[in-house]
């Protein structure tokens, strides 16, 4: 296998496992940036005059980049500063979306009304200055909260459960560093210097009982749906990456157990299935083709190349038509045999034309001696015994233009195909066999690779299968059609487009004289039928079928 293939194949698990890399932080990156900004504009949304245009930039860009706006390394907001600003307004709850603000820094505006209880529950708060602000009411803190000098009148501190009144204007930070600081938990108040003095001590309020299991504090309930919202999220990502992880393993899977397979073909065509080391055509087994062949006991015709051709029928009743050589040993095979006959899968495998017969798999095995070639499979016989079998169903006039139009563009495939082009070995009514909507698919059952035909030939034979398609008679090779014959209609034609007919028989002279080429004979067809490449496929190949159930045998 090339480095380019094994490249091709490599390449999707690259950037499967590249996006699989990057997801968990960029996804948690996304849930920060979107919560973390819409709490910082819920904020913006609330401030009624901003005389000094301080948050004009809200909105632009990161939040990070925004007025008054630090954030850590990784885009979390730790402070927000917007001190004398006269900022007027009231501060919305969520502010208590910013888990990580270790600093809100509001001095010297005009906020009014109340401070949520959210922004009072930020677990790593250090820092809170609203020092001269319209705050009018205390809130309280569900946090144990130490003073700094307490006056000598003041009771002693609190326990942890109880809820502390704070008055305004006020400032809170860290307790200092030293020895006999209070745990790292608990945040200390300062008291807002002012001229002003104090007001005289108020007695200790009454001692509260200890709350009972239904009055738990509120702020360990909001303790609990931050901790939920982190499990969701935490859970999220976990899905997230359970999903990656078995696409991975599917796709890993799938490459151990069809490596040898590329995907179908790029033209849009049914496709088949490719052997990257080989052939282009999948290896299948003689058992798998004596089960679905039923003992090779369906013989459904044979060839002039002394082939043997049979109907099977695959596990999800999809029906192929295999073709065996002769009974034989591998002695009477030579190489120059096994040569055609790589050539030949070679060849029928780049086709790869819904109205072509498409070749889906080979069998080569050397003891018991075999070779053939597994063919999808079209259900409504072929077009001779459409033709000149009473007993076969009767083909209209638009039906037969529609197989005109397919065996054209099919042929016309062929001679283009790059870098080569392919010339079909014996093109007759007899290859052409119809799909269940009876639109054409043209087949090349020759068993080994013959001499390249001139692809004149084909147009002459194309003129030759158009006469025998409008007339309902074999053509006489010795006497094909003269310069003056007229279009004599089949007998069992019932209606017909008497101008139609003749346009065409004009194209049927001008093949047999072999004046043009096929893709000359195919604007001309076009333009008189009317009918286009789209028109003219099979609604449904049945070749997709069988391809996939080769994927599910080659597994």
Known sequence: MSSDQRWRLLRPAFFIFFFLFFLPHNLTFGLCFNTEALALMKFKERIEIDPFGALVNWGELSHCSWSGVVCSHDGRVVILNLRDLSLQGTLA?????????????????SFSGKVPEEVT?????????????????????????LQISPPPSQPSPPSPMEEVPIDFPFFFAPPPQNIGASPPTETQV?????????????????????????????AVNKKKSHKSKMYIIVGVLVGVLGVMAALVAFFFLWNQKVKLIKPWGETGSSGQLQDVVTTGVPKLKLAELETACEDFSNI?????????????????????????????????WSEDHETQFQEKIQRLSQV?????????????????????????????????EHLHDQDAEH???PMRLRIVMGIAYCMEHMHNLNPKPISHTNLNSSSVYLATDYAAKVSDFTFLSSTPLDPMTN???????????????IPDPDSLLQEETKPVADPTLKSFQEEVMER??????????????MKEVVVKLREITGITPEAALPSRSPAWWAELEIISTEM
């Open 190 to 218: 300062i008291p807002n210097p002012s001229p002003v003095p104090p007001p005289p001590a108020q007695p200790p309020p009454a001692q509260t009982p200890p709350p009972q299991l239904s009055e738990v504090p509120h």
């Open 93 to 109: 709850p969520e502010l208590g979306n910013l888990t990580h603000l270790k600093s809100l820094i509001l001095r010297n505006n």
């Open 352 to 384: 790869n034309h819904k109205n072509f017969l498409n070749v889906i798999g080979y069998c080569h095995e050397d003891e018991p001696f075999n070779r053939m070639l597994v063919f999808e499979y079209a259900p409504n016989g072929s077009l001779f």
């Open 121 to 145: 529950e930020l677990q790593e708060l250090e820092i809170l200055d609203l020092c001269d602000n319209n705050f009018g009411q205390p809130f309280p803190f569900a946090r144990r909260l």
């Open 395 to 397: 083909l209209d006039w």
């Open 300 to 332: 459904i015709g044979s060839t002039s190349s002394d082939a043997t051709i049979y109907k099977g029928t695959l596990s999800t009743g999809s029906e192929i038509a295999v073709l065996a050589v002769a009974s034989g040993s591998l002695q009477d």
């Open 459 to 473: 147009v002459s034979s194309f003129g030759a299968l158009l006469q025998e398609i409008i007339t309902g008679k």
């Open 504 to 517: 065409v028989w004009e194209v049927v002279k001008e093949c047999l004289s072999q004046k043009v080429e």
